[in-house]
């Protein structure tokens, strides 16, 4: 990578030379790159000139409260590298409209450079901008209520430091993990010292399920997840107008050490209230909202209302484009109503796991109004068009959100999309199918092209008529045609890169950070490769210990390639005597099964491993065979199913190809001057 680097800075400084007087952040960051077109300017330009921008209340609240913000912008991680750098946002402090940012978007990101301590009220504190999520520090009687630490320790601790300097040195006391997603508990180990916990001297509070779920949602389907990070997050860009201009939640996820202790207390009840350090508190669960596993808080005696990630600034995802479980946008607005009548009536400040709180009971129950609006408004309206005919194919291009919320800022779409929710509640009710026939059984995009591209006539053609579509911008109008000609020609450069010409403009257009940094991300792999060594971070030795050994086991099913495992057929009967549980497993039409609290009476294998000996696989430190061959793991009957199973066992590579001629040796990706590291699994 290092000669990559070179060549990039050779490019760069070349570019830089050329543009003249332009800054680095003005010239775009790839050589094949393109400032925006005049269509795209008009467009912003449209949006610029019916946006509230008179509406300022937003960065008063951001504002308000502010105590001091480190010197340095840059937290390290323990490994040496930059675990967060809000350094290279501060493009976007400027007064500056940028023609390649939409102007929703970048006021989002505006009020996103939000970096430091800031007082909620009196007792209640925030350090915001060090990390994807917000880290809230409730003042009990004897020390902090910590509500959510972050993803990284890294940032949970320097954000702990900045309350140290300013506020005073007091213990943390209690820990309150609102939702499942790793941003708001991967920093844990930053704040809380294991042996106070031990020692019973702190407490963790979570939601029913946490454990569950924290640890569940991203393996299954994992690898898949990570790689469309590179879509949704926009990994692979830089920083700049051109490219990564925040994330809507925030600018980015923190990239450090990612732990998890498991929560010494459940909220089970739909609603529970007792004291934590001597405040008293009034949990709601939420689940099958933004998390499965979710719960706001109420703290009378402080008239603060906690939403977790329930009610932020902006709409949330219903459907998240690095992929998860569609979520419930009508329940969503209940648990928001439920809120808004339990706690709402009376409250005075509401805070949030993102962006910043909201002061007054008028506002308050404004923005909750709102956002149990809009839940309810994408979950109705799509499904009002959905019983008039529309289709999952077309609902994107019908449903909009009602006028009166789009004059206000209070429900803009910096996380989740109109286009992409809309399309997901579709799929929460039906499923994808839109139930035209020629719809049912579709070709493989690569099958279908080569037939397109003939009866337009072949590429020339198309590629005339992708310019011309291109230079009048008919941009999506565009990517119809251009997109099957790079599946027919998968080494067509000038295919590729007329495409990716196309993309960078979409993206350009986009108010949804999601939208931008997918287009911007395709038009990127499409111009110079997917990079090789792509790492995802990798879940430490505390998720590890945190998956139940089914899930490890349906994993293995998952990992197993089924067509290399035709011919077998076996029982294996597995004990962990040290918490006492036991599994039947069975291969069977090439399929890997498992039941916990069965064993067969005729088992081919039977294995007797301690669960703690078991993590050293799960974690591959050690494999099967060697703690059978010096005893940590005792068997009987056939050992060489294992050996036959570990045969069947495919390693997921995370950088598998998404569009077509972007991986395998190319000149293009020797030019490649971006390294990926430390991808987080935020699961937003
Ligand atoms: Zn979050």
Redesign the pocket.
Known sequence: MKLARLIFIVAAVALMGAAGTLSAQEAHFHPKGNPPTEHTIKILEEARAVLPFHDTRDFEENERGFIAAPDSMIIKADAGHNAWDMERYQFLDTDKQFDSIHPSLQRQSTLNLAFGLYEVIPGIYQVRGFD??NITFVKGKTGWIVF?PLTAAETARAGKELVDEHLGEFPVVAVVYS?S?G??WGGVRGIVDEADLRSGKIEIIAPRDFMEFAVSENVYAGNAMTRRLFYQYGVLLPASPYGHAGQG?AQNVAAGNLGLIAPTRIVEDSIEEFEVDGIHMIFQNTPGT?APSEMNTYIPSMKALWMA?NV?GSVHNIYTLRGARVRDSLRWSKYINEALYAYGQEAEVMFA??HWPRWGNDRVQEVLRDQRDIYAHMNNQVLHYVNQGVTINEIHNIYDSPPSLDEGWTTGFYHGSRENNSRGIVNFYLGHWDANPATLIPLSPRDSAPLYVEMMGGSKKILKKGQELYDKGKYLHAVEILDKLVFAEPKNGAAKDLLADTYEQIGYQQENPGLRNAFLAGAFELRSGIPEGASPKTSGPDVIRAMTTDLFLDFLGIRMDSRKAEDMSFTINLVTPDNGEKYLIELSNATLTNIEGYQADDADLSITIDRADLEQVMTGVKSFADQIADGTAKTEGDVGILSRLASTMVEFEIGFEILPGTKGPSEQKESNPFEVTDLAS???
């Open positions: 994807l999520a959510d939702h997603h941003d708001h939640l933004e990630e932020v796991s993102h935020p699961a937003e």
